[in-house]
T-cell receptor, first 113, second 110 residues
Framework: DSGVTQTPKHLITATGQRVTLRCSPR?????VYWYQQSLDQGLQFLIQ???????AKGNILERFSAQQFPDLHSELNLSSLELGDSALYFC????????????FGPGTRLTVT | GQQVMQIPQYQHVQEGEDFTTYCNSS?????IQWYKQRPGGHPVFLIQ?????EVKKQKRLTFQFGEAKKNSSLHITATQTTDVGTYFC??????????FGTGTSLTVIP
């Protein structure tokens, strides 16, 4: 158990819909990262937040957005969903920034039908 | 982007054999991290290398960072069935973006 929690574990939704994935970092960690893992794209960095502020942006689509709240939990919002968005979405946290070891949550498996 | 390529993509070994995965970059890396992901699981941090030529060991695992900081390797001695999983190298650039390699999937045949 990494100490990072993600909800829900599984999500099945239809194309065109919008979903919100939630992540609670380890106690004391200020950074939260979101990743997308699919068979054809591997593990892709989406975005990083540090203490409530966006720190770095990776391959995140414009249909996706995220935020980190004052209590440091984070949400990833995916809208206008397409079949290709079906993937495993991981949240990770670290004490400070990208040079730290990251602790990954169990992931949310999103299926878009 | 500062992306790393990993080889091989898949490796099947008999239990007790050694295993090595390699990470290569066309640009100099500031650091490299290694993660392991068990089937159905999430990536778990193994180690971080920062210095040129650095070698670190964890029991049967040996991690190396090349002298030019453009490549890295993970070597497992005498594999066990518990070593099964996908091994990823990863690095961050000055923009704080984080890149994972393509991964090497290790199967250990008992």
């Amino acid at each position: 158990d990494s100490g990072v929690t993600q909800t829900p574990k599984h999500l099945i939704t239809a194309t065109g819909q919008r979903v919100t994935l939630r992540c609670s970092p380890r106690s004391g960690d200020l950074s939260v990262y979101w990743y997308q893992q699919s068979l054809d794209q591997g593990l892709q960095f989406l975005i990083q937040y540090y203490n409530g502020e966006e720190r770095a942006k990776g391959n995140i689509l414009e249909r996706f957005s995220a935020q980190q709240f004052p209590d440091l939990h984070s949400e990833l919002n995916l809208s206008s969903l397409e079949l290709g968005d079906s993937a495993l979405y991981f949240c990770a946290s670290s004490v400070r920034g990208a040079w730290d070891e990251q602790y990954f949550g169990p992931g949310t498996r999103l299926t878009v039908t | 982007g500062q992306q790393v390529m990993q080889i091989p993509q898949y490796q099947h070994v008999q239990e007790g054999e050694d295993f090595t995965t390699y990470c290569n970059s066309s640009t100099t890396l500031s650091n490299i991290q290694w993660y392991k992901q068990r089937p159905g699981g999430h990536p778990v941090f193994l180690i971080q290398l920062v210095k040129s030529g650095e070698v670190k060991k964890q029991k049967r695992l040996t991690f190396q960072f090349g002298e030019a900081k453009k490549n890295s390797s993970l070597h497992i001695t005498a594999t066990q069935t518990t070593d099964v999983g996908t091994y990823f190298c990863a690095n961050s650039n000055t923009g704080n973006q984080f890149y994972f390699g393509t991964g090497t999937s290790l199967t250990v045949i008992p």
